[in-house]
Protein backbone atom coordinates (compact mmCIF):
# COMPACT_ATOMS: atom_id res chain seq x y z
CA UNK A 1 0.00 0.00 0.00
CA UNK A 2 1.64 3.64 -0.95
CA UNK A 3 2.27 5.59 1.74
CA UNK A 4 -0.53 8.29 1.06
CA UNK A 5 -3.09 5.86 0.68
CA UNK A 6 -2.30 4.64 4.05
CA UNK A 7 -1.88 7.89 5.55
CA UNK A 8 -5.34 8.49 4.08
CA UNK A 9 -7.35 5.35 5.44
CA UNK A 10 -5.92 6.38 8.98
CA UNK A 11 -7.51 9.40 9.09
CA UNK A 12 -10.48 7.72 8.41
CA UNK A 13 -10.89 5.83 12.16
CA UNK A 14 -10.11 8.65 13.75
CA UNK A 15 -13.20 11.24 12.34
CA UNK A 16 -15.14 7.81 13.11
CA UNK A 17 -14.93 8.95 16.58
CA UNK A 18 -15.50 12.80 16.45
CA UNK A 19 -14.43 15.85 14.25
CA UNK A 20 -10.99 16.74 14.42
CA UNK A 21 -9.03 19.56 13.89
CA UNK A 22 -5.79 19.80 11.30
CA UNK A 23 -3.22 19.69 14.45
CA UNK A 24 -4.73 16.59 15.46
CA UNK A 25 -4.92 14.85 12.24
CA UNK A 26 -1.21 15.60 11.68
CA UNK A 27 -0.27 14.54 14.98
CA UNK A 28 -2.23 11.08 14.45
CA UNK A 29 -0.37 11.10 11.26
CA UNK A 30 2.70 12.13 12.59
CA UNK A 31 3.34 14.13 9.62
CA UNK A 32 4.17 18.09 9.01
CA UNK A 33 0.77 19.89 9.09
CA UNK A 34 1.11 21.06 5.52
CA UNK A 35 1.14 16.90 4.31
CA UNK A 36 -2.15 16.50 6.48
CA UNK A 37 -3.88 19.77 4.84
CA UNK A 38 -3.58 17.87 1.28
CA UNK A 39 -4.78 14.76 2.33
CA UNK A 40 -7.71 16.68 4.23
CA UNK A 41 -7.89 18.41 0.88
CA UNK A 42 -8.16 15.92 -1.43
CA UNK A 43 -10.62 13.54 0.80
CA UNK A 44 -12.97 16.87 1.17
CA UNK A 45 -13.05 17.20 -3.07
CA UNK A 46 -14.26 13.57 -2.81
CA UNK A 47 -16.86 14.15 -0.45
CA UNK A 48 -15.06 11.51 2.31
CA UNK A 49 -14.81 13.71 4.61
CA UNK A 50 -16.64 17.85 5.31
CA UNK A 51 -14.37 20.66 6.64
CA UNK A 52 -17.43 22.58 9.09
CA UNK A 53 -17.31 25.90 10.06
CA UNK A 54 -15.13 25.50 12.81
CA UNK A 55 -11.98 24.22 10.83
CA UNK A 56 -12.44 21.00 12.33
CA UNK A 57 -13.39 17.92 9.88
CA UNK A 58 -15.94 14.96 10.02
CA UNK A 59 -16.72 12.02 7.67
CA UNK A 60 -18.24 12.98 4.73
CA UNK A 61 -21.91 12.06 3.57
CA UNK A 62 -20.66 10.66 0.37
CA UNK A 63 -18.75 7.80 2.25
CA UNK A 64 -21.60 6.99 4.47
CA UNK A 65 -23.30 6.35 0.77
CA UNK A 66 -20.96 4.89 -0.46
CA UNK A 67 -21.18 2.26 2.62
CA UNK A 68 -24.67 2.07 2.30
CA UNK A 69 -24.55 1.52 -1.27
CA UNK A 70 -21.95 -1.44 -0.49
CA UNK A 71 -24.70 -2.55 2.05
CA UNK A 72 -27.77 -2.99 -0.07
CA UNK A 73 -25.79 -4.91 -3.03
CA UNK A 74 -24.40 -7.27 -0.73
CA UNK A 75 -26.33 -11.22 -1.36
CA UNK A 76 -26.27 -12.76 2.06
CA UNK A 77 -27.45 -15.77 -0.10
CA UNK A 78 -24.31 -15.70 -2.25
CA UNK A 79 -22.12 -15.64 1.20
CA UNK A 80 -24.13 -18.05 3.21
CA UNK A 81 -24.76 -20.82 0.72
CA UNK A 82 -21.54 -22.65 1.49
CA UNK A 83 -21.71 -22.07 5.05
CA UNK A 84 -25.40 -23.48 4.69
CA UNK A 85 -24.06 -26.87 2.46
CA UNK A 86 -22.00 -27.46 4.58
CA UNK A 87 -24.04 -27.57 7.93
CA UNK A 88 -26.17 -29.93 6.06
CA UNK A 89 -23.92 -32.66 5.07
CA UNK A 90 -22.83 -32.27 8.93
CA UNK A 91 -26.09 -32.92 10.20
CA UNK A 92 -28.16 -34.35 7.25
CA UNK A 93 -31.47 -32.50 8.16
CA UNK A 94 -33.13 -29.45 5.35
CA UNK A 95 -31.17 -25.89 6.15
CA UNK A 96 -33.34 -22.99 5.40
CA UNK A 97 -32.09 -19.31 4.74
CA UNK A 98 -34.74 -16.41 4.87
CA UNK A 99 -35.51 -12.98 4.96
CA UNK A 100 -37.86 -10.23 5.65
CA UNK A 101 -39.57 -8.30 2.59
CA UNK A 102 -42.48 -5.76 2.93
CA UNK A 103 -43.99 -7.60 5.91
CA UNK A 104 -43.64 -11.34 4.67
CA UNK A 105 -40.89 -13.80 5.90
CA UNK A 106 -39.58 -15.54 2.54
CA UNK A 107 -36.64 -18.24 2.19
CA UNK A 108 -34.12 -17.51 -0.40
CA UNK A 109 -32.26 -20.78 0.13
CA UNK A 110 -32.53 -24.31 1.08
CA UNK A 111 -30.17 -27.73 1.14
CA UNK A 112 -32.29 -30.59 0.92
CA UNK A 113 -32.19 -33.10 3.95
CA UNK A 114 -30.46 -36.32 3.04
CA UNK A 115 -33.08 -38.21 4.33
CA UNK A 116 -36.08 -39.96 2.62
CA UNK A 117 -38.23 -37.87 4.61
CA UNK A 118 -38.21 -34.06 2.58
CA UNK A 119 -39.67 -30.74 3.47
CA UNK A 120 -42.19 -29.48 0.92
CA UNK A 121 -41.09 -26.32 1.68
CA UNK A 122 -39.40 -23.82 -1.41
CA UNK A 123 -37.13 -21.08 -2.21
CA UNK A 124 -39.55 -18.07 -2.58
CA UNK A 125 -42.20 -18.93 -0.77
CA UNK A 126 -43.82 -17.32 2.22
CA UNK A 127 -43.04 -18.86 5.63
CA UNK A 128 -45.71 -19.18 8.31
CA UNK A 129 -45.05 -15.87 9.70
CA UNK A 130 -46.48 -16.47 13.27
CA UNK A 131 -44.63 -19.88 13.55
CA UNK A 132 -41.83 -20.19 12.31
CA UNK A 133 -38.37 -19.67 13.55
CA UNK A 134 -36.94 -17.83 11.16
CA UNK A 135 -39.80 -15.65 11.15
CA UNK A 136 -39.37 -14.69 15.04
CA UNK A 137 -35.80 -13.81 14.77
CA UNK A 138 -36.31 -11.42 12.07
CA UNK A 139 -39.46 -9.99 13.49
CA UNK A 140 -37.94 -9.92 16.71
CA UNK A 141 -35.33 -7.50 15.94
CA UNK A 142 -37.46 -5.15 13.90
CA UNK A 143 -38.08 -1.09 16.39
CA UNK A 144 -40.84 -1.87 18.90
CA UNK A 145 -42.96 0.69 17.10
CA UNK A 146 -42.92 -1.47 14.06
CA UNK A 147 -42.94 -4.84 15.66
CA UNK A 148 -46.47 -3.78 17.64
CA UNK A 149 -48.02 -2.83 14.69
CA UNK A 150 -47.12 -5.90 12.72
CA UNK A 151 -47.75 -8.33 15.60
CA UNK A 152 -51.30 -6.28 15.80
CA UNK A 153 -51.90 -6.52 11.93
CA UNK A 154 -51.41 -10.32 11.64
CA UNK A 155 -53.69 -13.38 11.87
CA UNK A 156 -53.06 -16.21 14.00
CA UNK A 157 -53.94 -19.60 12.30
CA UNK A 158 -53.55 -22.55 14.69
CA UNK A 159 -51.74 -25.09 12.68
CA UNK A 160 -51.61 -27.17 15.35
CA UNK A 161 -52.26 -27.31 19.03
CA UNK A 162 -49.00 -25.72 19.60
CA UNK A 163 -49.41 -22.36 17.45
CA UNK A 164 -49.20 -19.47 18.82
CA UNK A 165 -52.33 -18.04 19.34
CA UNK A 166 -52.69 -14.19 19.52
CA UNK A 167 -50.48 -11.36 19.60
CA UNK A 168 -49.92 -10.90 23.17
CA UNK A 169 -48.81 -14.44 23.02
CA UNK A 170 -46.44 -14.04 19.72
CA UNK A 171 -44.81 -10.51 21.70
CA UNK A 172 -43.96 -12.52 24.59
CA UNK A 173 -42.47 -14.82 22.60
CA UNK A 174 -40.63 -12.28 20.35
CA UNK A 175 -39.54 -10.58 23.45
CA UNK A 176 -38.29 -14.01 24.63
CA UNK A 177 -36.58 -14.70 21.06
CA UNK A 178 -34.38 -11.47 21.10
CA UNK A 179 -33.35 -11.99 24.56
CA UNK A 180 -31.83 -15.20 23.85
CA UNK A 181 -30.77 -14.77 20.66
CA UNK A 182 -31.99 -17.91 18.78
CA UNK A 183 -35.57 -19.60 17.95
CA UNK A 184 -37.45 -22.46 17.85
CA UNK A 185 -40.40 -24.02 15.84
CA UNK A 186 -41.54 -27.27 17.75
CA UNK A 187 -44.75 -28.38 16.06
CA UNK A 188 -46.13 -25.27 16.05
CA UNK A 189 -46.37 -25.31 12.02
CA UNK A 190 -46.66 -29.22 11.90
CA UNK A 191 -47.14 -31.54 14.74
CA UNK A 192 -43.95 -33.93 13.50
CA UNK A 193 -41.60 -30.87 12.12
CA UNK A 194 -38.86 -29.19 14.62
CA UNK A 195 -37.07 -26.72 13.85
CA UNK A 196 -33.76 -24.77 15.49
CA UNK A 197 -32.73 -21.24 13.96
CA UNK A 198 -29.88 -18.42 14.66
CA UNK A 199 -29.95 -15.04 13.68
CA UNK A 200 -27.12 -13.50 10.56
CA UNK A 201 -26.35 -9.96 11.57
CA UNK A 202 -24.88 -7.23 9.42
CA UNK A 203 -22.23 -4.63 10.80
CA UNK A 204 -24.37 -2.90 12.50
CA UNK A 205 -25.24 -5.23 14.39
CA UNK A 206 -29.01 -5.45 12.88
CA UNK A 207 -30.25 -9.39 11.85
CA UNK A 208 -30.62 -9.30 8.13
CA UNK A 209 -31.23 -12.91 7.57
CA UNK A 210 -32.28 -16.13 9.53
CA UNK A 211 -31.02 -19.83 8.98
CA UNK A 212 -32.60 -22.73 10.49
CA UNK A 213 -32.20 -26.94 10.33
CA UNK A 214 -35.40 -28.37 10.09
CA UNK A 215 -36.58 -32.30 10.69
CA UNK A 216 -39.03 -33.98 10.85
CA UNK A 217 -39.70 -36.08 14.30
CA UNK A 218 -39.04 -39.82 12.66
CA UNK A 219 -35.71 -38.46 11.62
CA UNK A 220 -34.33 -36.84 15.03
CA UNK A 221 -36.37 -35.89 18.31
CA UNK A 222 -37.06 -32.27 19.01
CA UNK A 223 -34.39 -32.84 22.05
CA UNK A 224 -31.64 -34.13 19.07
CA UNK A 225 -32.62 -31.08 17.52
CA UNK A 226 -31.99 -29.04 19.86
CA UNK A 227 -28.76 -30.29 20.24
CA UNK A 228 -27.96 -29.21 17.18
CA UNK A 229 -28.41 -25.64 18.35
CA UNK A 230 -24.40 -24.80 18.65
CA UNK A 231 -23.46 -25.75 15.71
CA UNK A 232 -26.35 -23.63 13.92
CA UNK A 233 -25.26 -20.66 15.77
CA UNK A 234 -21.44 -20.93 15.18
CA UNK A 235 -22.29 -21.33 11.03
CA UNK A 236 -24.68 -18.28 11.66
CA UNK A 237 -22.15 -16.40 13.36
CA UNK A 238 -19.69 -17.43 10.59
CA UNK A 239 -21.78 -15.91 7.58
CA UNK A 240 -22.27 -13.12 9.77
CA UNK A 241 -18.76 -12.53 10.15
CA UNK A 242 -18.11 -12.99 6.74
CA UNK A 243 -21.50 -10.70 5.50
CA UNK A 244 -19.98 -8.03 7.90
CA UNK A 245 -16.51 -7.89 6.89
CA UNK A 246 -15.32 -9.43 10.03
CA UNK A 247 -14.00 -12.74 8.71
CA UNK A 248 -10.41 -12.79 8.77
Given at each position: ??????????????????????????????????????????????????????????????????????????????????????????????????????????????????????????????????????????????????????????????????SIPDAAAFRKELAKVREQGWATDLGGHEESINCVAAPIRG??????????????????????????????????????????????
Amino acid sequence: MSQTVDRALTILPLLAQGPANLEQVAGRLGVHKSTALRLLRTLDEHGIVYRQRDQRYRLGARLFALAQEAIENLDVREIAHPHLSRLGEQTGHTVHLAVYEEQEVLYIDKVESRYPVRMYSRIGKPVAITVAAVAKLLLADLPEAERRALTDSLDYPRYTARSIPDAAAFRKELAKVREQGWATDLGGHEESINCVAAPIRGADGRVVAAMSVSAPNVVVTAEELLALLPLVRRTAEAVSAEYSGRAG
